[in-house]
């Protein structure tokens, strides 16, 4: 019987402890249209079908609960296959396939992760695959702020 009751208040623990924000990728149009509800920060994976160190950020980065969490909290997570010419998308008044957008964002190496503002402005590019606490480091410098203070200083001079 105690076992049981055990059991029985761990799972009312689990069951009512705080949730984590929900985290899924979408597509860059919900992601535009998302941020700009919740006025949160896009973080953008641009990827490949070819690439190996793509992959390898998907399995060893966003695999990982702590960077999921911290994505659904803080973030809308975009998925953008810089190689789709079909999937287009209205953006700043252009037409453009998910290669062209890639390509007006400046990206030319994969992975690269963008970090926008809601309404997609590009705050940064990061390139290449990172492990994920060096990843996790990048995530809390946008969505905890921090590089609004960089902001700040970069008007003053």
């Known amino acids: 019987m105690r076992r049981f009751l055990i059991l029985l208040v761990s799972l009312i623990l689990v069951s009512t402890g705080v949730e984590s924000a929900e985290f899924e990728w979408v597509d860059f149009k919900t992601g ?3 941020a700009a509800g919740t006025k949160r920060l896009i973080v953008v994976d641009v990827y490949t079908d070819w690439c190996g160190w793509c ?5 060893e980065v966003y695999s990982q609960e702590d960077i999921r969490d911290y994505l659904g ?3 809308v997570a975009v998925k953008l296959n810089a190689e789709d010419k079909t999937t287009r998308i209205t953006y700043s008044g252009m037409d ?22 809601p309404d997609g402005t590009l705050l940064y590019g990061l390139r290449g695959f990172h492990p ?12 905890d702020g ?12």
Do not use: C, I, Q
Request: glycine letters at 6%.
């Open 32 to 34: 535009l249209e998302k």
């Open 55 to 59: 992959t390898k950020l998907d399995k």
């Open 73 to 75: 909290e803080k973030f």
């Open 96 to 117: 453009l396939n998910y290669a062209e957008l890639a390509a007006a964002y400046g990206v030319r190496s994969y992975p690269t992760t963008l970090f926008l503002m």
């Open 132 to 143: 994920a606490e060096r990843f996790l480091e990048a995530l809390r410098y946008f969505g």
């Open 146 to 157: 921090a590089y609004l203070k960089d902001l700040e200083k970069d008007k003053g001079e």
